[in-house]
């Protein structure tokens, strides 16, 4: 498996993305027309189920509740948060995945759900005519992550990008967020690898 230098990998996928009941959420749609849509959901970790607590250690365990009731999995672990999706979230490779360095997210934080009413998995291979749905689905969603250098100490902070899906939730790209546009881009780096392989690509870092 690749991996990239601010990536840390434990795991192989084992399973999958199934959504619940919903929320409101706001939602906006991309300025080119192209059936891809954001809705967003804030979360305060004070609002989520604790699943596991070891308070001697500070390591943690929570279950949120996201867009159209789908499962976000909250942990702290050594001082670092690893955030996955799905009902079988924590059996999914983003589960084991975090920044390198000492890293958090922000509490409350949001997540931005990219939704399509289409296949954006074969869209981005190419195909034609990709299967449509009645309505938007989520198939990535970005969020914010604190991140201290190791090398340098210096405070980072990076938009991750994870695709959604049954044994493909997986952090597929690190966005610094310095960079002018750096939300725009974020998105437009989900669409472009909604066919990401978990297994065979390597993060993309830009």
């Known amino acids: 498996m690749k991996t990239h230098a601010l990536i840390r990998t434990h795991a192989l996928i084992l399973a999958g993305l199934t959504a619940l009941a919903a929320p409101a959420a706001a939602q906006m749609v991309d300025g080119n027309g192209n059936g891809v849509s954001s809705a967003y959901t804030r979360i305060s970790i004070t609002d989520c189920d604790v699943i596991e607590g070891q308070p001697e250690t500070g390591d943690f365990v929570w279950r949120c509740e996201g867009h159209d009731g789908i499962p976000v999995w909250v942990a702290e672990r050594h001082l670092r948060m690893y955030v996955s999706y799905g009902e079988k979230g924590r059996d999914e490779m983003a589960w084991q995945q975090t920044p390198?360095?000492?890293?958090?997210?922000?509490?409350?934080?949001?997540?931005?759900?990219?939704?399509?009413?289409y296949d954006m998995v074969h869209a981005a291979m190419g195909q034609d005519y990709p299967e449509e749905y009645d309505s938007p689905r989520p198939f990535a969603t970005v969020l914010r992550w604190n991140v201290t250098d190791p090398e340098t100490s210096e405070n980072l902070q990076?938009?991750?990008?994870?695709?959604?899906?049954e044994g493909r939730t997986c952090h597929t790209a690190?966005?610094?967020?310095?960079?002018?546009?750096?939300?725009?881009?974020?998105?437009?780096?989900s669409n472009i690898t909604a066919d990401f392989n978990c297994e065979l690509d390597e993060v993309w870092v830009r």
């Not at 390198?100 to 009413?117: S, V």
């Not at 990076?158 to 899906?165: D, K």
């Open 158 to 165: 990076y938009l991750v990008v994870t695709n959604l899906g």
């Open 100 to 117: 390198i360095g000492f890293n958090g997210i922000p509490d409350p934080f949001t997540i931005e759900w990219r939704l399509a009413k």
């Open 174 to 189: 690190y966005v610094n967020s310095r960079q002018e546009n750096a939300n725009v881009l974020a998105r437009e780096t």
